[in-house]
């Protein structure tokens, strides 16, 4: 296999896409790969491998890597986000796929994946030319004003008080036990500080029509919206964007730039990843410092996501992990005041017939 293919089966919302990859492709119903009597009976572990294997065996991989188009793969893309869970055990398609045998089984599917014209977009680094923010709206909310680009300093600064005095809360009032029945702040991006967020256009659509932006199907905890506002970033071309392509990248900015939030974040993703430990997160307002902004490929999204990655932090007594939570694929945190301006708006509608396809410009 090729290092993107390992990359792939290395993370949870990876194997996920291959799941739904060869669901697709046999036009498949999970419930009959994971019971033992069709859609009802015992769930088998043994059976989910052999069925999923089965299922493999029987495509033309050649084929399904020659001919597969970007639009063809964004189903499983959008299944996949859109099961990521962080405040709560992984659903039972993810416990499932876990581990090497289940690794071995999907190796030629995510090998035929990785090879694939239609997935190399996933590789990508930030496309500089063709970013776009995007506000989704509540339906009882008015029309989302325009990204705020100023600013950056001030929020993240005050992000990083915020963190502090909440892991200091959650020491005082939170049980050291994972198992307790608690939640709070889960992600490990500077959420709530109003910082622009921005991703490309899908590929793969149709020319003459606007090009949707990638946020608005591959949205992780998404609300449900049914309509949106987007707005083309103009990016400078001196703008210091950081890539996280896989695990090793995300460790080496956490190494470096380290924050703990174990108090805060315990009980959540010891739900996720089973950790009883040390977690730790980016210190934002210290990035800032180095970088205008911090880009996630799709890759790095698939292969990273959701895992209990250890990190050396020497700092810190004893050992710790990172979780990358709440990141969306492809998307780019601006992190300063980079982004020199906005285009003109596009409203979005989602029609109800696909997941994926639905979002189209309104008026279309």
Known sequence: MTRRADDLLSGPRGRRVCLEVVLDAVGGDWRRLVWTRG??????????????????????????????????????????????????????????????????????????????????????????????????????????????????????????????????RARRERPADPRADWSGEWWSTPALTGRVVTTRSLPGTTPAEPRAPVRLPLVEDGMGWTTARSWPVHVPGDACVLELTGPADWVALIERYPREVTASRRHDWWRVAGWDGTWVVPDWAAVAEDVDGVHLTVDGYLSTAGRALPVDVPALAGPARTLLAGWDPDATWWLTDAPAGLGAATDWRRRDEAPYSTWVAAGA
């Open 39 to 168: 859609s009802g009976g015992r769930y088998d572990p043994e059976q989910t491998r052999r069925s999923l294997a089965a299922s493999i065996a029987a495509l033309d991989l050649a084929a399904v890597r020659a001919t597969a188009r970007p639009d063809d793969w964004m189903p499983a893309l959008l299944a996949a986000v859109d099961a990521a869970r962080y405040w709560q055990e992984p659903g039972d398609e993810d416990r499932a796929l876990a581990g090497p045998a289940m690794a071995a089984v999907l190796a030629p599917l995510a090998a035929a994946v990785a090879r694939a014209p239609a997935s190399q977009w996933w590789a990508e680094p930030m496309a500089a030319d063709d970013q776009h923010a995007v506000a989704f709206r509540d339906d009882d909310e008015a029309t989302p004003g325009a990204p705020l680009l100023t600013g950056a300093g001030p929020a993240l600064r005050e992000w990083r008080e915020q963190a502090a005095a909440e892991e200091d």
